[in-house]
């Protein structure tokens, strides 16, 4: 549960925070990329990207410490944008990395590891949506999901049709029955047919480019590994990091309860987000404050209750039982997509003590 935490900010207004955790794995294979501001005369742009690596950490790594070079190379970036430009500057340098590293690979023995890739380009104009995988990103304005990601799973039929041209089969929703994504950067095992061209291989590296115009609606951006998005859904992780941003002025903290959350969920992979703050994003209120102080408060008496019903009946105090009692409860103002499990990061920690010790309260 030990968490890696960052945050930062624009001199355009926006606001980040990165959370990373690496869960159930043996070991973390996300990296991630936090950019809020570009220089020179890309000053007005932001960049932000998640890595989910398989089989190894070393394309997961070194995209996220190469493929900005690599986007701005392509000259597709610049300040008097041209969407069109940019997104075929993008998928440039996609295919370009990828051509790069299957040589490195070659030569130089690297692991056999691959890495789904979800990125935001932001100007002051536009945002864009970049996905290889199923890392997924969505966009959150005025109040609604306006837009996410659409993940590349193997059993979707263009992603079918293109794995069974190259050869390739589906089974048990996995290429070739190994790999659960068919888009990727690395993967190299699935990209060994020379002559098909690199968007026609078992795998491909391509990745699909959406542009929005910016409003002043626009509240936050997410990006997550599927480690998140395995736990939660769209429209519920929305609704948690707008309630949360409501009552928590710490963005760092609210991208921990997040990856807290799935991991109570039942989230099994390593595990990373990033939260990009607009100026429109929802600001702390009174009221939310006061009616999350009652909620604790009205938490904490149940949970005493419980565990002196407990001790009554010689039991040792369980968090998961005190969990499962309170989720019997009609409990109102509960966090919307988190609801009592997401109160058992925040009120039932073992700095309370109420378990004893931390041990007990996990």
Known sequence: MEKHVFEGSSQSGLNYAVASMQGWRAQMEDAHTCMPQLSGDLKN???????????????????SKHLLDRMIATGGIKATEDPEEVKDGVRESFLDIDRHMHELARKDNWDRSGSTAAAVLISSEYIYFINCGDSRTLLCRDGQVIFYTEDHKPFNPREKERIQNAGGSVTLQRVNGSLAVSRALGDFDFKEVDWRPQTEQLVSPEPEIYEMERTPGDEFLILACDGVWDAIGNEELCAFVRNRLKVCDDLRDICAQVIDLCLYKGSLDNMSIIIVCFPGAPQLSQDALQQEAELETHIDMKVEEIIQMMRSKDEDPDLLYVIKILATEEMPGLPPGGGITSKSVLTLNPNKKKFGSEEDSR
């Open 45 to 63: 742009w932001g960049y932000f990207a998640v890595f989910d690596g398989h089989a190894g950490t070393t394309v997961a790594q070194y995209c």
